[in-house]
């Protein structure tokens, strides 16, 4: 099973970005509030994820590292959507089998925290005491030591670092609510408390984007009816910056969409008269019991079925935000 594994592995780990945000979905499936991310090397020494989850139990330890042990599915809905989108499941069964991982965990009102052992194939089927707070902690070293054809794959530590901050930057624009920070060679290079109020949330953005495009952006905040739009665009003088951010949430999710960023550029050009491409934080609530909406939850995919409804929203919402800064 440990072969089957390591084949299962392909598709999930690419590098240690692609391990990163398996392990942070992880984090907030089990409710955590805080997580702090450790990387040496890029993360292909060494990477870790630490949380204030729920936590794992004793006997279910050994179960976390095998394939398909997934404690997530419950209904048969569930299954009909694993059909469609793939398996899972089996992340941590595949990071495991192709690196050396250490999964310590303490489930909520244990006494005592455990620990288990995987190395590569060789899964140690011992789970031993540990001492660790409520949560879990996993520790990946030396990604694809025994792949090394897959190991020439990997970037340099600079590239595949750059990689993995930003499936951070991501994950902390799309749940303020949650504390994290992230370290790279012993060095904090973001420190990010859980935001709740308006100016925690700007201040966030201020951290993950820039002051300067805090400074040089319009805010956006449009309802209408089972929509609404939020965010920040930046004005010209931002975009003439170095900085090419573009991040779009539908209902918290990220995604990259056609007919979304038409209707952003079409305002944008509209208004502006700039043939630049705007930089933006925005967010895009949708009520799926109005509109038909369906984000891909492994993809960066969505798809609404009143696209046109939702292109003339953002379109007109960002139009008038803008009109208002006009120069
Ligand atoms: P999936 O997330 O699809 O269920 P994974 O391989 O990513 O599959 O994880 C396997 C199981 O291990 C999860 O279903 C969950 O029960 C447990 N698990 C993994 N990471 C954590 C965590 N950080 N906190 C609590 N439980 C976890
Ligand atoms: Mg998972």
């Excluded at 944008?268 to 609530?285: A, M, S």
Aim: with cysteine; glycine share 6%; net charge neutral.
């Amino acid at each position: 099973p440990r072969l089957a594994n390591q084949i299962a592995a392909g598709e999930v780990v690419e590098r240690p970005a692609s391990v990163i945000k398996e392990l942070l979905e992880n984090s907030l499936d089990a409710g955590a509030s805080r997580i702090d991310i450790d990387v040496e090397q890029g993360g292909i020494k060494r990477l870790q994820v630490r949380d204030n989850g729920s936590g794992i139990h004793a006997d279910d330890l050994p179960l976390a590292l095998s394939r398909h042990a997934t404690s997530k599915i419950l209904t048969l809905e569930d299954l009909e959507a694993v059909a469609s989108l793939g398996f899972r499941g089996e992340a941590l069964a595949s990071v495991s089998s192709v690196s050396r991982l250490v999964l310590t965990s303490r489930a909520e009102g244990a006494e005592h925290a455990f620990r288990v052992i995987a190395e590569g194939r060789d899964m140690a089927t011992e789970v031993s005491p540990a001492a660790h707070p409520q949560g879990t902690t996993v520790e990946v070293r030396d990604l694809f030591f025994n792949t090394p054809a897959r190991r020439k794959f990997l970037r340099t530590d600079k590239t595949e670092y750059g990689h993995l901050e930003e499936v951070v930057r991501r994950l902390a624009l799309s749940r303020f609510d949650v504390g994290f920070t992230l370290r790279h060679n012993q060095k904090v290079s973001l420190s990010l408390s859980p935001a709740r109020t308006e100016l925690e949330r700007e201040k966030r953005i201020g951290q993950l984007c820039g002051s300067a495009f805090l400074q040089q952006s319009v805010v956006v905040d449009i309802n209408n009816g089972p929509l609404r739009l939020h965010g920040w665009v930046g004005l010209p003088t931002f975009s003439r910056s170095q900085q090419d951010q573009q991040y779009f949430f539908v209902n918290g999710r990220v995604i990259r969409d056609r007919l979304v960023a038409h209707a952003i550029r079409q305002a944008y050009q509209d208004v502006l008269y700039n043939g630049r491409h705007p930089v933006f934080v925005l967010y895009l609530y949708v009520d799926p019991a109005v509109v038909d909406v369906n984000v891909h939850p492994t993809k960066h995919e969505v798809r609404f079925r009143d696209g046109r409804l939702v292109h003339d929203f953002i379109f007109s919402s960002l139009h008038r935000a803008l009109a208002e800064v006009r120069p």
